[in-house]
Every structure is written in structure tokens, then in C-alpha cells.
């Protein structure tokens, strides 16, 4: 009465327990679909052009967060709603329709968020789309659904790396649910495990540093559970309608495998030589001579030495139970290259193991060592995992005038004299900061301001 404010009795209902606004039913729990809207979305008739999809497109996309992951119905429809594109309604695109048309027959029901409630957000991505879930705990301990967003990724996004995507969800996520949750604390659960070390790790992607920089002001913690436990956002995203069989087998789990034939460059002459194995050992003088010593006194080493078809064999119980062939020491170079070559030029330690399953010699690991030292292959690729110490020199500076830090701000409206941009000049010891209109944001006007006026006038007074 004081403000003015009338209403018309008419037009009032008052002490109900539902309200019908707008094509949504509210009441004392939460917001749901009206029922009519729904029911005419499920009595649609047959689409026959494209500007009927589009009036259906949008009838569905006002009531999108009561379908759980909704991108997913209407990524095969979507194309098709384009400017430019010719007409042809196939079967893929009426099994999407019919989809998307009985998916309102499961609307969900949306409760009222509340304040005194944390957040939990669960995000999956897949090839076709993003899908998210806000949920709240209630009382007893169920998780209840307070809002969904999800869109189809464009074809750009469809590139990017898993990492990308999942990420890409997340901020999609935050951005649709912002309204609900800033200010409270939110935690993000998602079937990607490299989500989870975002906050401690390098970054060296430019766009993922980007959307780090956007989630900066939410209280946020993201938590990896497994993708079983994931269905409340993976679910939908695993099930994609309107595609046929051979559609989704070919965007989610492609059935063709694309194999290059590489020649690692192997000596497989190496496998004649070893043919003459006997003869090699015999040129070796050392096991010549124990090869002799046995031929006199076989009972002298039988449990550790044998020959068999005139091969030299040794056991070693303590590391393999297994008789093993000695290798002559013209062979030990060869032998390394072909496994180290066979084996993609991997590590020490697995060309050991693979050596030293067949061959018995002394000193393997050093020698092996050795030799990979000297492979140019490892040398050119791989990244030295040796560690070096070297003095670290601090770049923080200890008296004024040591330090300056600039950047750029703008481009602004445009200021009295034409100026658009500002040069930022931090002093680093002392923080003071020193600002210079510029009128074009160019390296020779950057180098003018320092030379000109930082320069010959701000470091007088330090």
C-alpha cells in the first residue's frame, strides 16, 4: 500500500500448491515440464522442410535441461537446421526425431537449489557432444538433480585431445550452472584422471591454459572417479539415438585399424651368423679355453657349464634357471644393435632383459650401456634424462631500478588526443607503477615512452 503497488484479485491464485508459468509446473519441491508442452512435442507430426525442424528445434531446446544429455538427441538433426544445406530427410535423421521426440516422455524433475547444500557437477564428453549434471545432496543422502546443459561440439572441437575436450566440459559446465554456483564450493567429478593434476602440473597448451585462467574464480576441486561411476553424465554420451548401428560404430568405435610398415633398419644377417654359432665360439678364446677344460674334465663344471651339439651352454641359478647360450665376443656389438634396433631403441633395462634371456656374458649391463651411448638414433630423439648441476641465479632483484616489468593495456575508447592503449611500467622491487598513453600499440612507441620518459625521468628518483 505505501509502495503504490496494486494487483488485480482476478488475475491471483493464492495457497496452492502448483503453479503452471511460462511451459514449466513449479511447486514446493522443485520445476518440471508442463505436461500440454510436453504432450505436444510427443504428438508432432512428421517433419517435411527445414523451416518446420527448426520451429521443433526450438520447442525442444526451451525445455533442453529436462532431458539428460540432450546434444546427444539432437546432434544428428542439427546439420540438417543449417542455412545452405539441401533438404533430405533419411532414415538416420527420422530415428533421430523420433528420439528426441519420445526423450521428453522421460523428463526429468528439477529441484530447488539450496544454499546451505555443496554442488557436485559430473561432465562427460564423447565425439558427438558435452553433457553435464549439477546435483545436490539431500538430507538423506541421495543426489538430486538441480539442473543439465550439454551442446553438440562443432567440428573444430571434435579435434581436440581427450584432455581438451573433458576440460572444454567442465568450463562449458561452470558457465551454464554460474548462476547456481558461484560463491559455494563445487566439486567436479570426471572420468579423465590428467583433470585431476591441472592445479600442479606444466601446462604447454596455450588453450588449455586459457580455460584454467577462466575457471580461476570458482571455488573448484576436480575429483576422478571411474567411468562405471561416471553414469549420470557418461550414459547418455555412450548412447547416442538417431544414429544407425554402422553410424555409431563408425563415430565411437571404429572397426578399421591403419597400420604403417616401418623398417627399424635391423642387421638380419645376424640370424646366418649365429647359424655358424660354434665356429664363433671357437675363435673366442676365452670360451675356447673353457671349452677345452670341460672336454678334459667334464665333471669339473657340470652343473654350470654343458655343451650340446657343440654349443657352449651356461646356467646361473641365481638369476636364470634356464641354460642360456655364451656368446663370443665378435658377436656381443652385433647382438646389441639387433635387439636394441628390434626393440624401437628402447631403454637399458629392456634390452638387457631381452639379451640376457638367450645369451650369457659377462658384464651385460655395462656393455649394453656402453653401447647405447653411442647410438646416434638415441642420441638425435631422445631427451637426456641425465641431471646436471648448475648454480641458480635469482632474478629478484635487491635494490630499485634493477627490474622493470611492462605489458600492454587496451585497445580503450579512444582518449583526448587519439590515444587508445596504455603502457604498463612496474618497478619490481618497489612496485611502483608508472602508465603512458599510447596511440597505437607499436614496438617503436613502446621504445619511445622507456627511452624518452621511463628512462630519463622515473629513475632520477630511485
Not at 256 to 263: F, R, S
Not at 267 to 286: F, I, N, S, V, Y
Not at 313 to 334: A, G, V
Request: charged residues 25%.
Amino acid at each position: 500500500m505505501k509502495a503504490g503497488f496494486t494487483i488485480n484479485a482476478k488475475k491471483c491464485r493464492f495457497c496452492i500448491d502448483e503453479v503452471r508459468f511460462l511451459g514449466h509446473r513449479i511447486d514446493r519441491t522443485g520445476v518440471s515440464a508442463d505436461l500440454d508442452r510436453v504432450q505436444s512435442i510427443l504428438n508432432y507430426p512428421a517433419l517435411r522442410y527445414t523451416k518446420q525442424l527448426r520451429q521443433f528445434l526450438g520447442t525442444c531446446n526451451f525445455h533442453s535441461r529436462f532431458i539428460i544429455g540432450y546434444a546427444n538427441y539432437v546432434a544428428p538433426l542439427t546439420p540438417l537446421s543449417k542455412q545452405g544445406v539441401k533438404w533430405m530427410w533419411t532414415d538416420e535423421a527420422q530415428d533421430a526425431f523420433l528420439g528426441l521426440r519420445q526423450s521428453f516422455a522421460r523428463s526429468i524433475h528439477l529441484v530447488h537449489p539450496r544454499d546451505e547444500a555443496p554442488y557436485s557437477i559430473y561432465t562427460d564428453t564423447r565425439k558427438l557432444g558435452i553433457s553435464s549434471i549439477l546435483n545436490q545432496e539431500c538430507d538423506s543422502g541421495e543426489n538430486l538433480v538441480v539442473s543439465t546443459a550439454s551442446r553438440v561440439v562443432s567440428a573444430v572441437e571434435r579435434r581436440y585431445s581427450t584432455c581438451e575436450q573433458e576440460l572444454l566440459a567442465v568450463v562449458y559446465a561452470l558457465q551454464k550452472f554460474r548462476i547456481y554456483v558461484i560463491g559455494h564450493s563445487i566439486t567436479v567429478y570426471s572420468d579423465n584422471k590428467a583433470l585431476s593434476f591441472l592445479k600442479r602440473c606444466n601446462l604447454t597448451s596455450s588453450r588449455i591454459t586459457h580455460r584454467i585462467m577462466q575457471l580461476q574464480e570458482y571455488d573448484l576441486k576436480i575429483i576422478h572417479i571411474k567411468g562405471s561411476d561416471n553414469f549420470f553424465a557418461d550414459t547418455p554420451s555412450h548412447n547416442p539415438v538417431g544414429l544407425s548401428q554402422e553410424s555409431r560404430d563408425q563415430v565411437l568405435k571404429p572397426r578399421e585399424l591403419l597400420v604403417a610398415k616401418t623398417d627399424l633398419g635391423a642387421d638380419w644377417t645376424l640370424m646366418r651368423e649365429l647359424g655358424h654359432l660354434p665356429e664363433h665360439q671357437l675363435g673366442d678364446p676365452a670360451l675356447k679355453k673353457l671349452r677345452e677344460q670341460l672336454e678334459r674334465d667334464p665333471s669339473m663344471f657340470r652343473y654350470k657349464y654343458m655343451v650340446r651339439d657343440q654349443i657352449l651352454f651356461c646356467k646361473n641359478d641365481r638369476t636364470y634357471s634356464h641354460w642360456r647360450i655364451m656368446l663370443p665376443r665378435q658377436l656381443e656389438t652385433r647382438v646389441f644393435r639387433y635387439a636394441h634396433t628390434l626393440l624401437g631403441h628402447q631403454g637399458t633395462d629392456k634390452c638387457i632383459l631381452q639379451i640376457a634371456h638367450t645369451f650369457h656374458l659377462k658384464s651385460l649391463g655395462r656393455k649394453v650401456r656402453k653401447f647405447m651411448a653411442h647410438c646416434d638414433t638415441c642420441q638425435c630423439v631422445k631427451h637426456p634424462n641425465r641431471s646436471y648441476e648448475i648454480e641458480r641465479i635469482s632474478h629478484l632483484p635487491i635494490r630499485p631500478g634493477e627490474l622493470l616489468t611492462v605489458d600492454l593495456y587496451g585497445p580503450l575508447p579512444t582518449g583526448r588526443g587519439g590515444v587508445k592503449h596504455l603502457l604498463v611500467c612496474l618497478e619490481f622491487f618497489t612496485k611502483h607503477v608508472t602508465l603512458y598513453p599510447l596511440k597505437a600499440a607499436t614496438t617503436q612507441s613502446c621504445l619511445r615512452k622507456l627511452r624518452d620518459h621511463y628512462f630519463h625521468l622515473s629513475l632520477r628518483s630511485f
